[in-house]
């Protein structure tokens, strides 16, 4: 008897243990399942609305008032019109612009990161401020830009991007 109660008492030692580590598991997985949804928004971000200009459906991805930091130091706030039109130049000069590959994507907790390989060709006129115009080069450019992303529920409400401007001068013949 007093080996059967030991028996016990250890058994339900351990199924107290089991059902707290079980409780751990599942809490991962869901936080996993979350991680996962939110690269694949930022799949569908890059790839369909970035790379199609499709502006409106920055909104399934970005909080309406979220914080975007820029390579160059500056921030913008606000979805529309703020970040959206500093996306937009981009086009103008390269209006075949795409990200092709996401090499590198991960997160967790309330964090992304994400490497996308952008690519294109200055084919257009660069609009150089004023009336100044740079004429188009063709020649083509491919770069890594990093995304990391801040997000709250579904979407994003900060935004940070990092890429090298001086090296894509350099791809487009625009600088040494």
């Known amino acids: 008897m007093k080996y059967l109660l030991a028996a016990l008492a250890f058994i339900s030692c351990n199924g ?3 059902h707290e580590l079980q409780k751990k598991i599942d809490a991962y997985e869901a936080a996993e399942k979350v991680t996962a949804e939110r690269l694949i928004r930022m799949d569908s971000l890059d790839f369909q609305f970035y790379s199609n ?3 409106d459906s920055l909104s399934l ?3 309406d008032d979220i914080k975007v930091f820029y390579p160059d130091g500056t921030t913008s706030q606000g979805l529309f019109p703020a970040h959206i039109d500093l996306l ?3 086009f103008v000069f390269a209006p075949d612009t795409k990200v092709t590959a996401h090499p590198i994507r991960f997160g967790t907790g309330e964090w992304t ?3 996308g ?3 294109g060709t200055f084919s ?3 609009p150089a401020g004023g ?7 063709g020649k083509r450019f491919k770069f890594p830009m990093v995304t990391i992303g801040h997000w709250e529920g579904g979407k994003m409400k900060e935004e940070y991007l990092f890429f090298d401007n001086l090296g894509i001068l350099k791809q487009i013949g625009l600088a040494q």
């Open 16 to 18: 107290s243990k089991v």
């Open 53 to 55: 200009q499709l502006w």
């Open 61 to 63: 991805s970005h909080t």
């Open 88 to 90: 937009k130049p981009q």
């Open 113 to 115: 990161c994400v490497v």
């Open 117 to 119: 390989i952008v690519e």
């Open 124 to 126: 257009n006129v660069m």
């Open 131 to 137: 009336d100044k115009t740079i004429a188009p080069t």
